[in-house]
């Protein structure tokens, strides 16, 4: 007799369960998976016992904590706020941080956890901010994270990641803080970053970046923080620039940039940092460098400039830092400015 199998569905409250009856009445029953917080009402992390229904908020920063963290953390479903950063917690990020999905923020910061960002994150939709920063992460950024629509702030700094930054992080339009700095990404720019208008922060510095600065970051005009130094980038600066009038710090340095400095960097009145050291700038100085009162650190060194010291510089009356050792220039830094701050010690060719 050919056996004769008989699909019964049969959904009990929320859950749908197949159950396989055979012609002799021999319950098959394919059970659903248990999970770890089955029954539970609590869940204790880290000698401390937390009410599944009631917690809202976990803040374990700068406990002390160590080993991995559980996956029991993902019973926690009620959490808005979750903070284990400053510890010394090791092993993968669980994927049932995933579970999680009414956080607003996750704070993983100065840890030691290993393995690929788990692409479970990327159902967090309610994340406004996600903070990985100076742990041992690897791997790529998970196109995932693309979904998380609601991110204001964005730090994966002082990882190991590498692999080209996903198209679709240029999409997270609610972006105001982006920090991608000390990883090891490759790859060039794209235009898509013109997406992020609303971008204050941005630092991709100290990668492997290549290919030339899209004209597109010259028109994020509210940076005060832009930090593109120590990666393989190329082509000039434009006079774009100028349109960046929000500037604090703007880093440069370390890169194969050629050309001249243009004179609009001088609309950046409220720059106090600037580095565009370790490239292969020509040219002059331009004396529009003098409009930038407020600078405290200026580093040029090590390019092809040339030409005289402009005069202007005598302006910069709040430098604390100037190198411009490494050029052909001519002239002397005004005596004034030699003597603030390690000015004479740092260019000695340059002040008598």
Known sequence: MIRRLI????????????????????????????SICDGLTEVELWGGYYDIATTDTLNLSNQGLSGSIPPEIGCLTNLTSLNLSYNQLSGEIPSEIGNLTNLTSLNLRDNQLTGEIPVEIGGLTSLTSLNLDTNQLTGEIPVEIGGLTSLTVLFLYGNQLSGEIPIEIWGLTNLRYLSLSRNEFTGEIPPEIGNLTNLKTLMLSENQLSGEIPIEIWELTNLRFLFL?????????????????????????SNQLTGGI????????????????????TGEIPPEIGNLVNLYYLSLDNNQLTGEIPSTIGNLTNLNSLWLEGNQLTGKIPDAICNQGTIRDDNPTYCD
């Open 7 to 34: 699909i019964l569905l049969l959904i009990v409250g929320c859950n749908e369960t197949t159950i396989t009856v055979d012609e002799f009445g021999a319950d098959n029953s394919i059970e659903p998976e248990p």
């Open 229 to 253: 130094h120590t990666n393989q980038l190329t082509g000039e600066i434009p006079v774009e620039i100028g349109n960046l009038t929000n500037l604090y710090k703007f880093a440069l340095g």
């Open 262 to 281: 243009p004179s609009t960097l001088g609309n950046l009145t409220s720059l106090t940092n600037l580095s565009l050291f370790s490239n292969q700038l």
